[in-house]
């Protein structure tokens, strides 16, 4: 059963809720500051306003599209990874003493098969090679016959379902106009009330220090799609001063992306820029947007936020009027957050559930049988020699059928029977915030791993991931299950491509992407990433899927 409590001691949290410009002419803004303090109890203070002034506008784009990107020899694509290595780990999740041990006979393996089991697969295309990371980061969005899917570092658009695709460089974003420049994580995201395509970008200002900022597109509609015009706006931490102190030159690092009926909700780590590990990790900041006024193209969109020192937040797909946050704790235990449309009150809840596998300095261990003893096929590891790696940050959320869920990377654990990392995933009954169960992904023969989840129309749950080792090479996968299946139903899941070597550094992930198709809401869409001909860079292909339960 779980328990929660209103309120924890040594909480920090702060909601900040206002106007302001997001990019160009002098305007005044006032912001309401709403503190929610925890030493003595669930008081919600209103403390006072503020006044922000700047310059700010809002700018608008057309991209330039192109057949084929510019090719990225070696040469040009270790540098490029050398960047995005500069990402930092987020708060260690603390490891719950005493705490009961999850273990693989809680809940069945989940299999996987080759053919057209319980998934149809209704396209499978490999978007582009030679211009990805090992570590990809592929993210996807889909409504009918547009797509678009973005990596590390390049961007298509494809005008009929996903069978072919047109590309745009992010390198050529505004490369006349400002100081800024493409750096790393992309996030691509269709609201279908507004009709509305939302594109994220991570920049760095380059000189003297780099500073990780986020860059924000918006279309409205096919015409625009088709056209690739983007209203554009420009966030830094120094938009966001708050009683938490976020550092003006703070780092706005892993974003993530979801949204309500009436709000795009984006996530991102706060890090000092000269930070190198985790211990300089500020914290988590959550801020929301009215997708109407992006959809119109508002010069000063109103902007509300709230800031956490807990680790990564994760945001629900699938929200309605209610948007759910999620971070750890402990490795036994969810803080959740729940945050209405229309308010600035923020309620939480902490969630107790079995402790999965965490040792903050164990590797991720999956390696292939057979695979040359420099590389061991080791793709779940992460890096070498950097305080960033495989961590179990939450990968995904979601709201479905009154359930709340999250899903993210575990350790392998083999007193547990868990030979190899796998999925944990923890669903909440979100009417009272207990612990419903916990339909973790696993298999005895290899690893699951970098799980993306999102509920369909109907409520079941589907999307895409990685699995490997053993006697797999690294292999990307779309999982289904109902959302209405019995407690211990396992997860189904059907091999997409498999590739052919091995990476020649150990590392994969962050991040995968899934969505539903927009114009068919039973289907799912995916993004993932497979080697072929090769263990380099250079054999990184991102792939796009779209498939349907049955």
């Known amino acids: 059963m779980a328990r929660f409590r209103p309120r924890r001691r040594h909480r920090r949290l702060a909601v900040l809720a206002g106007l302001f410009l997001l990019a160009g002419a002098a305007v005044g803004i006032t912001f309401l500051v709403l503190a929610l303090t925890d030493a003595h109890g669930p008081d919600r203070i209103l403390r006072k306003a503020h006044t922000l002034r700047g310059s700010l506008i809002t700018r608008h784009i057309h991209l330039r599209r192109t057949a084929r990107l510019a090719k990225l020899p070696l040469a040009k694509?270790?540098?490029?990874?050398?960047?995005?290595?500069?990402?930092?780990?987020?708060?260690?999740?603390?490891?719950?003493?005493?705490?009961?041990?999850?273990?693989?006979?809680?809940?069945?393996?989940?299999?996987?098969?080759q053919g057209q089991s319980r998934i149809t697969i209704l396209q499978n295309k490999a978007v582009d090679a030679g211009h990805a990371s090992f570590t990809a980061e592929p993210h996807v969005a889909q409504k009918g016959e547009r797509v678009?899917?973005?990596?590390?570092?390049?961007?298509?658009?494809?005008?009929?379902?996903?069978?072919?695709f047109t590309f745009v460089s992010p390198y050529d974003f505004f490369s006349d106009t400002d100081d800024k420049e493409f750096c790393c994580d992309q996030l691509a995201y269709y609201e279908p009330?507004?009709?509305?395509?939302?594109?994220?970008?991570?920049?760095?200002?380059?000189?003297?220090?780099?500073?990780?900022?986020?860059r924000i597109l918006a279309a409205k509609g096919d015409a625009n799609f088709d056209a690739t015009k983007f209203a554009v706006w420009d966030i830094d931490a120094s938009r966001f001063g708050s009683p938490t102190a976020v550092a003006p030159a703070s780092d706005l690092d892993q974003p993530r992306i979801a949204s309500t009926n009436e709000y795009l909700f984006i996530s991102a780590n706060l890090f000092p820029p000269s930070a190198t590990d985790s211990s300089s990790y500020v914290g988590?900041?959550?801020f929301r947007m009215p997708l109407s006024e992006l959809a119109a193209g508002t010069q000063s969109p109103g902007l509300q936020f709230f800031q956490t020192d807990l680790g990564t937040a994760g945001l629900t797909r699938g929200a309605t009027d209610t948007m759910y946050i999620a971070s750890h704790l402990t490795n036994a235990k969810l803080r959740v957050w729940s945050w209405p449309d229309g308010e600035l009150t923020i309620s939480d809840h902490d969630v107790i559930h079995r402790s999965y596998p965490y040792r903050p300095k164990l590797h991720y261990l999956c390696p292939r049988k057979?695979?040359?003893?420099?590389?061991?096929?080791?793709?779940?590891?992460?890096?070498?020699?950097?305080?960033?790696?495989?961590?179990?940050?939450?990968?995904?959320?979601?709201?479905?059928?009154?359930?709340?869920?999250?899903?993210?990377?575990?350790?392998?654990?083999?007193?547990?029977?868990?030979?190899?990392?796998?999925?944990?995933?923890?669903?909440?009954?979100?009417?009272?915030?207990?612990?419903?169960?916990?339909?973790?992904?696993?298999?005895?023969?290899?690893?699951?791993?970098?799980?993306?989840?999102?509920?369909?129309?109907?409520?079941?749950?589907?999307?895409?991931l990685h699995l490997g080792g053993g006697s797999?090479?690294?292999?990307?996968?779309?999982?289904?299950?109902?959302?209405?299946?019995?407690s211990k139903s396992p997860w189904s899941a059907t091999e997409v491509d498999r590739s052919d070597h091995d990476p020649d550094e150990p590392r994969a992930g962050d991040y995968l992407g899934a969505t539903t198709d927009a114009a068919s809401p039973d289907t799912w869409a995916g993004s993932c990433m497979t080697l072929h001909g090769a263990?380099?860079?250079?054999?990184?292909?991102?792939?796009?899927?779209?498939?349907?339960?049955?």
């Open 77 to 113: 694509l270790r540098p490029l990874e050398r960047r995005r290595e500069k990402e930092k780990a987020p708060r260690l999740t603390p490891v719950a003493a005493e705490a009961p041990d999850i273990q693989s006979s809680d809940f069945p393996a989940t299999s996987v098969t």
């Open 148 to 164: 678009l899917e973005v990596w590390n570092w390049g961007a298509a658009f494809s005008h009929d379902g996903g069978r072919t």
């Open 193 to 214: 009330e507004h009709d509305l395509w939302i594109w994220v970008l991570q920049y760095s200002d380059g000189v003297p220090a780099e500073h990780l900022s986020l």
């Open 284 to 286: 988590s900041l959550v």
């Open 370 to 464: 057979g695979a040359r003893p420099s590389r061991k096929g080791n793709w779940c590891l992460g890096y070498r020699a950097s305080s960033y790696k495989n961590d179990d940050r939450p990968q995904s959320g979601w709201v479905s059928n009154d359930v709340i869920g999250f899903a993210w990377n575990a350790q392998q654990k083999p007193t547990s029977k868990f030979k190899y990392p796998f999925v944990m995933v923890v669903r909440i009954n979100a009417k009272d915030m207990s612990l419903k169960d916990t339909p973790f992904i696993w298999s005895p023969k290899y690893a699951y791993q970098y799980a993306a989840i999102i509920p369909n129309s109907r409520g079941d749950l589907g999307g895409v």
């Open 472 to 486: 797999k090479y690294e292999t990307c996968a779309a999982v289904v299950r109902g959302g209405n299946a019995a």
């Open 535 to 550: 263990g380099t860079r250079e054999s990184v292909a991102v792939r796009f899927l779209s498939f349907r339960q049955g």
